[in-house]
Nanobody
Framework: VQLQAFGGGLVQPGGSLRLSCVVSGGGFEGYTMAWFRQAPGKEREFVAASWNGGNEDYVYLEKDRFAISRDNAKNTAYLQITGLKPRDTAVYYC?????????????????WGQGTLVTVSS
């Protein structure tokens, strides 16, 4: 199983982004997919997770700005971020928990993507 995240970039404050995470290797629908982020000098932080084929999801951060979704037919998970703020600047990682079920602990995710950098600046 391999994950590839993309969609980051330089965005002005107030802008929006949709990050994508493509999963290869099969089994996507049974995986819990999550997004974490790591800002410079800070620990990796849980953002959101989707499990049970997308029938359940949880967003830990500001729920009015972050949304997780997935397209099982495309083996892809998404993180939509609106109203971007400079404090959202971080490397965003997607991760898969092949056993399924909810977790917000990074160590319980067994496959990670390479990360995509989001920079929010004017």
């Amino acid at each position: 199983v391999q994950l590839q995240a993309f969609g980051g970039g330089l965005v002005q404050p107030g802008g929006s982004l949709r990050l994508s995470c493509v999963v290869s290797g099969g089994g996507f629908e049974g995986y819990t997919m999550a997004w974490f982020r790591q800002a410079p000098g800070k620990e990796r932080e849980f953002v959101a997770a989707s499990w049970n084929g997308g029938n359940e999801d949880y967003v830990y951060l500001e729920k009015d700005r972050f949304a997780i979704s997935r397209d099982n037919a495309k083996n892809t998970a998404y993180l939509q971020i609106t109203g971007l703020k400079p404090r959202d600047t971080a490397v965003y990682y997607c991760a898969a928990r092949t056993l399924g079920g909810y977790s917000d602990y990074p160590e319980r995710y067994d496959v990670w993507g390479q990360g995509t950098l989001v920079t929010v600046s004017s």
